[in-house]
């Protein structure tokens, strides 16, 4: 079954650019959407955007002049670049996927996360 | 963008009794919702997409109903793995917000 790792940095120095990578194993990354989502700690869930296979993106627009999600079919991977990084910033970070057939944003899919912390 | 909002925050129930979760949309996003519980921790699993599908594997005992702005989530006889929180989000237009999350817990 398909399964999703989230890799990259654990802290963040604040102005610079956090990067993250989800690495998609046992199925194949073409012909899907592909999510990334932010919990800060004790709050709630915040949607980022996601990425389609074919590189199409689509953004939150509270982060959209920041954020960047780009995918490489190539690794089976897509990634997250959010720019000029501030300890609001500091949160879970999860890669999501829909893999149910004609529906679009109901992740059944997640990755672990992995904690982001900004600070110098 | 669309604001989801949910009642009650919080909750506290006793094993065996019927919950009952609301979330509403600042607009009509038809039967887009979905619904996802969260335990400390972890990271979140997906009870309910468009509004009444059951997702596979996730017990009976949840369901899911509503369209336009009001939906429901419903727990009809809530077990001891149930105690979580739960969040709605729409898939209606991005960006796919959340609702605030309604912490259920043990009475």
């Known amino acids: 079954q398909v399964q999703l790792q989230e890799s990259g940095p654990a802290v963040v120095k604040p102005s610079e650019t956090l990067s993250l990578t989800c690495t998609v194993s046992g199925g194949s990354i073409s012909g899907y959407y592909w999510t990334w989502i932010r919990q800060p700690p004790g709050k709630g869930l915040e949607w980022i955007g996601y990425v389609y296979s074919s590189g199409d993106t689509y953004y939150n627009p509270s982060l959209k002049t920041r954020v960047t999600i780009s995918v490489d079919t190539s690794k089976n991977q897509f990634s997250l670049k959010l720019s000029s990084v501030t300890v609001a910033d500091t949160a879970v970070y999860y890669c999501?996927?829909?893999?149910?057939?004609?529906?679009?944003?109901?992740?059944?899919?997640w990755g672990q996360g992995t904690m982001v912390t900004v600070s110098s | 963008d669309i604001q989801m909002t949910q009642s009650p925050s919080s909750l506290s129930a006793f094993v065996g009794d019927r919950v009952t979760i609301t979330c509403r949309a600042s607009q009509s996003i038809n039967s887009n919702l979905n619904w996802y519980q969260q335990k400390a921790g972890k990271a979140p699993k997906l009870l309910i997409y468009a509004a009444s599908y059951l997702q596979s594997g996730v017990p009976s005992r949840f369901s899911g109903g509503g369209s336009g702005t009001d939906f429901t989530l419903s727990i009809s006889s809530l077990q001891p793995e149930d105690f979580a929180t739960y969040y709605c989000q729409h898939s209606y237009i991005t960006p796919f917000t959340f609702g605030p999350g309604t912490k259920v817990d043990i009475k």
């Open positions: 999501a996927t829909t893999l149910i057939r004609g529906v679009l944003g109901a992740s059944d899919i």
